[in-house]
């Protein structure tokens, strides 16, 4: 008998991909945190596509950065956030390998799913979260691929909470931010930003 990943891998191999339509499968539109999520998404999303017509040199998949970047959040439900709505067991920094099985469930490819793993801080490392002894599993959880660095790097020019959201946030303030948590993240994130001309 065919099994439910079964079926939505072959659902997802004859749809285009609607990352609004995956986000329902989790996020009741009309609630506070349906509105969040999608927000905050879009102008992640917005930043990506941004710095990515900014490498075009460096070729990297625009489709793939357009879906990947709307989910790569998906997992925040499932964690304790309550500035955001989010009413979940987890500790927040689960969110993004959260996100990563969820999305895996759904059957999508597994790249989609690796972006919301690696996307948190400026990507952790094994050795961060075994020193620093984080709720993650023991594994290196850094963008690696072009797409992976760009939509992580784009992230921290967006705060989801409401009360920050529309402030406007500048590379020298998320470097100072990740400093202040871990030097090797502010360092990562530099080496994006004078890279992609952040
Ligand atoms: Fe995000």
């Not at 999303?45 to 941004?50: A, M, V």
């Not at 955001?84 to 993004?96: R, T």
């Not at 999305?103 to 948190?120: A, F, S």
């Not at 020019?157 to 502010?186: C, G, M, R, V």
Request: net charge neutral.
């Amino acid at each position: 008998m065919a099994t439910w990943t079964f079926l939505l891998k072959e659902f997802y191999s004859h749809k285009k991909m609607d990352p609004l339509f995956i986000i329902e499968r989790f996020y009741t539109p009309g609630t506070k945190l349906h509105q969040v999520l999608v927000e905050h998404s879009q102008i992640v999303t917005k930043k990506s596509l941004e710095i990515a017509r900014n490498l075009i040199h460096l070729n990297p998949d625009l489709d793939f950065i357009k879906d990947a970047a709307m989910l790569h959040d998906i997992g925040i439900y499932l964690t304790r956030a309550e500035s955001i709505g989010c009413n979940g067991e987890a500790p927040y920094i689960c969110h993004g390998y959260l996100g990563r099985m969820l999305l895996d469930e759904q059957g999508l490819t597994p790249e989609y799913g690796l972006v919301c793993e690696r996307h948190t801080g400026a990507g952790i490392t094994k050795e961060n979260i075994i020193s620093n002894g984080l709720p993650l599993p023991k594994r290196d959880m850094v963008p690696i691929s072009l797409e992976e660095k760009i939509i992580c790097a784009a992230d921290k020019y967006h705060s989801k909470n409401p009360k920050h959201a529309d402030k406007k946030i500048t590379t020298i303030q998320i470097i100072e931010e990740l400093e202040k948590i871990n030097k090797n993240h502010a360092q990562r994130f530099s080496g994006w930003a004078e890279e992609f001309k952040l």
